[in-house]
């Protein structure tokens, strides 16, 4: 039985049963990135015919990646408060949101706070009108540098600039972007980069967002470092399982089943204190099928969804879509492309690869004791791993068995011993 909740602690318990679907909107609904160019357009509704198939695969929330007015890309805000022409207007996320609540569908927004788009107007107005005015507060600039003042960038990035997060503007300007979506019926924010920002900052920030919106989730993106004191430190709900992500391709890459479970050993200690968001694919990584092939993007999210966290499936992910990350200009678009107009005009190749993933899913929403659940190894060598995860509430287990060393072998099994899964491809001999 869980602890009594205070009055006073946020009630995110709803996130216990959430399965995301994570949608890069400008590139699900075809909008121009490069150039952006002026091309204005409802693009966003594109979105409402796909929302039963969201269902049907069986994910409960949808993750959506920027929808904010930006210069090209999404990362690069230029308001916070405005809908992306290129995806449509206010009234069509309205829509939008309004559709997946008759469905059942959560709604988490991507928030970008650590920096802006360099043609931001305030930042505009700030540069002109020099360092004691109000909306300077707003920016890391120095004001100093040789040759004029010099906005500070994010990451070496020059079209990105930072926020200055030791300002109560700064603070004050995000706390109320996260309540006017909040207000609008969206049920959680995911932090761009809250790695690059002093977790104290979210503390405040969302501590305050809470005391209006107690059941809202907040997901912050941190890659490498120490997770748990991240959490501890900035009180967000969860951070992105990049650990995981990195464990479960490259082991079976590899050929490697230790590094999968060392990885488990410190999910099960993160698992502790909060539960992290895994995944296997995102908008900023190559997609598993182009690095495990087919087969290998069925046994990936086989071992995921038997494994505690809040798993989020990335758009394609579940029709086999390849996509390689390249670190160039435009290196993402290949992992971001736009869907066909309706499900029916998908290619027959992802259906093995759907199917797999319904049932999946379908297996996770059965056994929800998995969010929060521990694991721990049977048997292991290089290509052979059998893991227990196990409630941590009771006597609720299921036994895992991944055998890798010939073609992909992964079979999920209940208490009994009787199979609930299974997965036998062999080696492509082609």
């Not at 199917?355 to 694991?375: C, D, K, N, Q, Y």
């Amino acid at each position: 039985m869980d602890a009594p909740r205070s009055p006073d602690a946020p009630d995110t318990s709803w996130i216990r049963h959430a399965i995301w679907w994570h949608v890069y909107p400008l590139g699900f609904c075809g909008a121009p990135v490069r150039p952006a160019g002026p091309a204005p357009a409802p693009r966003l509704r594109a979105l409402l015919d796909w929302l039963d198939y969201a269902v049907e695969l069986g994910v409960n929330g949808l993750l959506l990646g920027p929808v904010f007015h930006s210069a090209t890309h999404g990362y690069d805000t230029l308001d916070h408060y405005r809908i992306d022409p290129r995806l449509g207007t206010l009234a069509d996320f309205d829509d939008l949101v309004a559709a997946c609540r008759a469905r059942g569908l959560r709604v988490v927004l991507d928030g970008v706070f650590s920096h802006v788009g360099a043609g931001h107007p305030a930042l505009a107005r700030a540069l002109a009108a020099g360092p004691g005015s109000p909306e300077a507060e707003l920016f890391d600039v120095d004001w100093q540098a040789p040759g004029g003042p010099r906005p500070r960038v994010f990451e070496g990035h020059g079209e990105l600039v930072r926020l200055d997060h030791t300002r109560p503007r700064t603070a004050d300007l995000v706390a109320d972007v996260l309540g006017y979506w909040l207000e609008r019926g969206v049920d959680g924010w995911r932090l761009d980069a809250a790695y690059s920002v002093d977790p104290r900052f979210w503390a405040e920030v969302c501590g305050r967002v809470r005391r209006d919106h107690p059941r809202a989730w907040f997901l912050g993106e941190v890659i490498h470092g120490d997770y748990g004191a991240f959490v501890a430190e900035s009180r967000l709900d969860s951070v992105t399982q990049y650990e995981l992500w990195k464990a479960l391709w490259s082991s079976l890459a590899e050929r490697n089943l230790f590094e999968l479970d060392w990885a488990l050993q410190r999910h099960n200690r993160f698992l502790d204190s909060f539960t992290p968001t895994t995944f296997v694919g995102n908008h900023d990584v190559t997609r598993i099928a182009s690095t495990l092939g087919g087969d290998g993007a069925v046994a990936a999210p086989a071992l995921l969804m038997c494994v505690g966290g809040v798993p989020c499936v990335y758009y394609g992910d579940e029709q086999g879509f390849t996509g390689i990350k390249e670190e160039r200009l435009g290196g993402d678009d290949a992992v971001r492309p736009a869907f066909p107009g309706s499900p029916g005009e998908l290619a027959p190749w992802g259906r093995g690869v759907h199917r797999a993933h319904r049932e999946l899913i379908g297996l996770r929403r059965r056994h929800p004791w998995l969010a929060t659940a521990a694991t721990e190894a049977v048997a292991l060598d290089n290509t052979r791993y059998v893991f227990r995860a196990h409630g941590r509430h009771g006597g609720a287990h299921l036994e895992v068995e991944a055998d890798i060393a010939a073609g992909w072998h992964v079979a999920i099994r209940g208490p009994a011993g009787h199979t609930l899964w299974r997965l036998d491809a062999e080696p492509d001999r082609s």
